[in-house]
């Protein structure tokens, strides 16, 4: 009788960490989802707060886990462009560290035991990785080089680890398909990653690919007027080229005046 009733409480025990196994990722997925509605809502100290939860209650190899750390490097990166530029650097940083563990991770979860329901949010992430990845890469130059003086000189003046961060960030924009959203603020969209690539291309000094990126920008996307003349396109021969280039520039302004000269 004894031995029946352990042989019992062994089974209620293992059906409770089944259960308890089972439910922690649903209970992490609802923290992610409070995230992003936060975040949709602007409120990114909240949206913190549900990534980091999420972070700690899933397991570190999860599908949830990814999904939180994605979440979390987003909100960072809207942090950082809610406040002054030189308050921004740690959000910047930490931008990084969130969205290059979530591509480390990626590269290690098991496909195969992903859920067909888990499928999508799972490749809706990746996307919404290398697009924060992109970004993160580009603000994160722009501060490194903000010593260096780099809007107001020549390409050849970048130091070797701001170059290579804007070349990850046109690294990381090639991976996305030109439907792209990001599906938490949908004013986000391929053309501005396209914007952004143009920009990185310029500033690198490369302007063959930086015509290339310009020219499949969709113009009645932007949020400004753009120059008939640039909305047809440039190339080399063209007089507008260097104009029309720095116009779609994220900042507004031409930080190459003198390549024209």
């Not at 750390?69 to 930490?94: C, D, P, R």
């Amino acid at each position: 009788m004894m031995k029946r009733i352990a042989y019992i409480s062994i089974l209620l025990v293992w059906g409770c960490n089944s259960l308890i196994e089972k439910s922690a990722p649903l209970e992490g997925n609802f923290y992610i989802q409070d995230g992003w509605l936060a975040f949709s809502s602007s409120k990114y100290d909240e949206a913190d707060k549900h990534f980091n939860t999420a972070i700690e209650t899933n397991d570190s190899g999860s599908v949830f886990h990814f999904l939180s750390l994605v979440g979390l490097g987003w909100t960072n990166i809207y942090k950082a462009q809610m406040i002054e530029e030189t308050s921004s650097n740690g959000y910047v940083n930490n931008a990084g560290e969130n969205l290059n563990a979530a591509n480390n991770l990626m590269l290690n979860i098991n496909i195969e035991e992903i859920t067909l329901d888990l499928n999508e949010d799972y490749s809706n992430g990746i996307t919404d990785m290398y697009a924060g990845l992109a970004l993160q890469r580009s603000y994160f130059a722009k501060q490194k080089s903000a010593n260096e003086n780099a809007w107001e000189t020549t390409n050849e003046s970048l130091s070797d680890t701001v170059r290579i961060l804007y070349e990850e960030s046109i690294d990381f924009s090639i991976q996305l398909e030109s439907d792209y959203i990001f599906q938490h603020d949908v004013k986000l969209t391929y053309n501005d990653i396209l914007v952004l690539r143009t920009e990185n291309y310029l500033i690198l000094g490369n302007i063959e690919e930086a015509i290339l990126s310009f020219n499949q920008i969709d113009f009645d996307q932007l949020g400004f007027e753009v120059d008939e003349a640039c909305e047809q396109g440039v190339d080399f021969d063209s007089s507008k080229l260097i104009e029309c280039l720095c116009i779609v520039s994220h900042n507004g302004f031409c930080p190459f005046g003198d390549l024209n000269d």
